[in-house]
């Protein structure tokens, strides 16, 4: 078989835009292992054959096994890949950006780095999941108070629509039966929203640890754009996935979820979301994202053209190109 170093690299220009991605595939008791640019997933009712590059994110559930060239072509692609609990999610890695510029990166530590606009862009945050409120004006413990209010009235809300009894959110970690069923159902939507959310987060560039309302966790900003769809798609769905049958939650509110993000076409919504929280107010022109261009930082803010050596000049005053 041809080996992994021997085939061509992957460019911006080959992959699918996260958009355009399967929100997640689950997995579990099978081997999952690589044939050319697809991943296979081998079981005793045989072999199933996936394009990795239509994979937003891979849940290995329990059982699975998975190759180091599995590994190696689901990072090729930036694809993410979680290891999950049978009941639950949890993410613990991912694939490469699927943009070579580091332009939404960079915005990213620009809003964060200012308190204003740090608080600006959590403000934006809010207005995206309640429109019908401005909160302009509102401080950081005044937003979290309203937010704590919405996502009480929410559960209410979908308790009176489905007829479900609502005693409250309950999770305790490591114990995900100790819930009733509504509450299990909006844990794994939650945990299944948390993985999507990562790997938009990491297949446009952006840092997944600085978060607007969140701090302090290394997945914080990832909380924040999980949340943005928290009220309008996670616990409607979770409650709905509950009235149905209290059997087997977990597993059908994955489906569920699954078939809800790609109705609404949430990942596209979701790119254009974090670009717009990101790039409000930012300074300096819109970069291409499939732009594989390396610059160097000069004074006063200037950038120059990376692949020359500055520190020799030609008989005419030309810089000399690096040759590596």
């Not at 849940?59 to 979680?82: D, K």
């Not at 819109?286 to 008989?315: C, W």
């Amino acid at each position: 078989m041809t080996t992994v170093s021997q085939r061509t690299a992957l460019t911006p220009r080959h992959l699918t835009r996260t958009a355009d991605r399967m929100s997640f595939i689950y997995l579990e008791r099978c081997t999952v292992h690589r044939d050319a640019n697809a991943i296979t997933a081998e079981d005793a009712d045989g072999t199933t054959h996936i394009p990795s590059a239509t994979i937003g994110t891979l849940l290995l559930g329990p059982g699975t096994r998975i190759t180091h060239q599995a590994m190696s072509v689901l990072g090729e692609t930036g694809a993410a890949v979680a290891w999950v609990g049978e009941h639950g999610v949890r993410y613990y890695a991912g694939g490469r950006a699927l943009t070579r510029s580091s332009a939404l990166a960079e915005a990213q530590a620009v809003q964060w780095a200012n308190i204003r606009s740090r608080l600006a862009v959590a403000r934006a945050m809010y207005q995206l999941r309640f429109p019908d409120e401005d909160p302009a004006g509102l401080t950081r413990q005044e937003l979290l108070g309203r937010e704590g209010r919405r996502v009480k009235d929410c559960y209410r809300a979908q308790s009176a629509r489905t007829g479900i009894r609502w005693h409250g959110r309950k999770y305790t970690p490591g114990d995900f039966a100790a819930g009733d069923p509504v509450n299990q159902a909006i844990t794994a939507a939650a945990q299944c929203m948390y993985g999507i959310a990562h790997a938009v987060v990491a297949s446009l560039g952006t840092s997944p640890a600085l978060g607007f309302v969140h701090s302090g966790h290394e997945l914080s900003f990832v909380l924040d754009i999980a949340d943005l769809y928290k009220t309008e798609i996670g616990i409607p769905l979770a409650f709905d996935v509950a009235a149905e049958d209290e059997e087997d939650v977990a597993s059908r509110t994955r489906r569920a979820l699954r078939d809800r993000i790609n109705e609404t076409s949430l990942l596209d919504r979701c790119v254009e979301d974090i670009k717009s929280l990101l790039l409000q107010n930012s300074p300096g022109p819109a970069v291409s994202s499939d732009q594989d261009v390396v610059t160097l930082q000069s004074d006063g803010g200037r950038k120059v053209a990376g692949g020359r050596n500055y520190g020799s000049t030609t008989d005419s005053g030309e810089d000399e190109a690096m040759l590596w």
